[in-house]
């Protein structure tokens, strides 16, 4: 059976709770405005360092602020993902 949505909560609190006890300094390293900024430097963090992730999305997030734009930018013969490698790569 599927745990229901209350049910999840429930426990997303709670293991929210044990990792605030247990981590009570913790901070994020990279920089971000939006969730979907955030999943982008979480993704590319797991290539390069978490400074120079933070070097990468400064331009990128400055350029491209929402998920449509990937989509555009497809149009234009260029990805989204081309752009942050290149740019990861330096």
Same mark, same amino acid.
């Given at each position: 059976?599927?745990?229901? !949505?209350?049910?999840?909560?429930?426990?997303?609190?709670?293991? /929210?709770?044990?990792?605030?006890? *247990?981590? &009570?300094?913790?901070?994020? *390293?990279? !920089?971000?405005? =939006? &969730?979907?900024?955030?999943?982008? *430097?979480? /993704?590319?963090? +797991?290539?390069?360092?978490?400074?120079?992730?933070?070097? $990468? =999305?400064? =331009?990128?997030?400055?350029?491209?602020?929402? +998920?449509?734009?990937?989509?555009?930018?497809?149009?234009?013969?260029? =990805?989204?993902?081309?752009?942050?490698?290149?740019? $990861?790569?330096?």
């Amino acid at each position: 059976m599927r745990e229901s !949505h209350e049910a999840r909560r429930v426990r997303a609190r709670s293991l /929210i709770r044990h990792l605030d006890r *247990a981590y &009570p300094d913790a901070a994020c *390293a990279l !920089h971000f405005t =939006t &969730p979907l900024e955030l999943l982008v *430097a979480t /993704i590319l963090a +797991a290539q390069c360092t978490d400074e120079r992730v933070n070097q $990468v =999305t400064r =331009t990128l997030f400055a350029k491209y602020r929402r +998920a449509e734009d990937d989509r555009m930018l497809k149009e234009k013969g260029v =990805t989204l993902e081309k752009y942050v490698l290149v740019e $990861v790569g330096k």
